[in-house]
């Protein structure tokens, strides 16, 4: 059975903080992707890679970094975080795609 | 014009009853069409695959119409734990490469009453 975890379920930040989130899947899939979800706007792809130390932006890009150094473990960055970044982040993995259990960020 | 639109709901119907729900895309260089299911506060899971042929897996039929950019999601005999936010998907273009996106509409909201 197919497996993603995100390492937080609830996590909150201040304003300006570098934050964090990490996402590992168990089996060995090439695609990994970020996704964020607001009320009314649905899922929104962020990033995505393909393979090791490879990386595509998404749509929403903008305040977003992403770090893939081994195939199963593919991190979002936040590199100052600021309240328009309060949301629920998804990872998920293959093709269609499998989703971990997300992130609810809170930024104060 | 949204890539992918739903009607958001909430549809409200009784337990055995038949719901269908629909859903339009933009993009007619679409190839892969999907059906994700969302419980509250939970993450979407994949329901089903949409095939030009039209599938069915047990109370879920889903059709696919290329000519008019249509997805459609016929749930029979509602049960209560049917209730969920039923998310439309389409990838952006031709499958494989960096058009290998999927784009989610924003749901449609079931609740199944006793």
């Known amino acids: 059975d197919v497996k993603v975890t995100q390492s937080s379920r609830y996590l909150v930040k201040r304003t300006g903080e570098k934050v964090f989130l990490e996402c590992v899947q168990d089996?060995?899939?090439?695609?990994m992707f970020w996704y964020r979800q607001d009320p009314g706007l649905g899922l929104r792809l962020i990033y995505f890679s393909y393979d090791v130390k490879m990386k595509e932006k998404g749509d929403i890009p903008e305040g977003y970094s992403v770090s893939r150094e081994k195939k199963e473990r593919f991190s979002l960055i936040l590199e100052s975080a600021s309240t328009n970044q309060t949301s629920m982040y998804l990872c998920?993995?293959?093709?269609?795609?499998?989703f971990g259990p997300g992130t609810r960020l809170t930024v104060l | 014009r949204k890539e992918v639109e739903q009607d958001p709901g909430p549809f409200n119907v009784p337990e055995g009853a038949t719901v269908a729900f629909n859903c339009t895309y933009s993009n007619s260089a679409s190839q892969s069409f999907f059906w994700y299911r969302q419980d509250c506060r939970k993450e979407p899971k994949l329901l089903m695959s949409?095939?030009?042929s039209g599938n069915e897996d047990g109370r879920f039929t889903a059709q696919l119409n290329r000519a008019s950019q249509y997805i459609s999601l016929l749930i029979r005999d509602s049960k209560l734990s049917d209730s969920a936010t039923y998310l439309c998907?389409?990838?952006?273009?031709?499958?494989?490469?960096?058009?290998?996106?999927?784009?989610f509409g924003t749901g449609t909201l079931l609740a199944v009453q006793p």
């Open positions: 998920a993995s293959r093709w269609p795609q499998y």
């Open positions: 998907v389409v990838n952006r273009g031709n499958y494989g490469g960096a058009t290998n996106k999927l784009i």
């Open positions: 949409v095939y030009s």
């Open positions: 089996m060995d899939h090439e695609n």
